[in-house]
């Protein structure tokens, strides 16, 4: 519902105004952080699942995409390195390291809350572990 979405936003914006008052001289580097460690796995979680698309293209269990990305996986591949090296850049400065901690925080969140998603309604594992096209 869109009160789930409005209080997650007010509570967001409570952070950062606590931010702001504690560390002003860092509010700014820590919500970029986060802001950067969302786009990263954002577009990691992207690249992988065209990779994992591709395999499943070439293994003849999908139907090919009438637009397909240039370069395939393979520039999928090159993209995901290249995101991988700027992680690690990041995990070389100091300052700008709190961006994986929040990732890790953040990793952490969804595994608890897949744990906890499960056990409220283990049918919803069964959906997930179907093949995309099963519907069709």
Known sequence: TPAVGIAVSVALMGIGVVL????????????????????????????????????????????ASSFPAPGGALFSWVALLFLIGVTCMIAYDKDARVCLYVAAGWAVCLAVGWAVLKKRDPRIAERVRQPVDAGR
């Open 20 to 63: 702001n008052y504690v560390v002003p001289e860092k509010a700014f580097l820590y919500v970029t952080s986060v802001a950067t460690a969302a786009g990263i796995w954002t577009w990691m979680m992207i690249l992988v699942s065209h990779i994992r698309y591709r395999a499943a293209v070439d293994a003849g269990r999908l139907r």
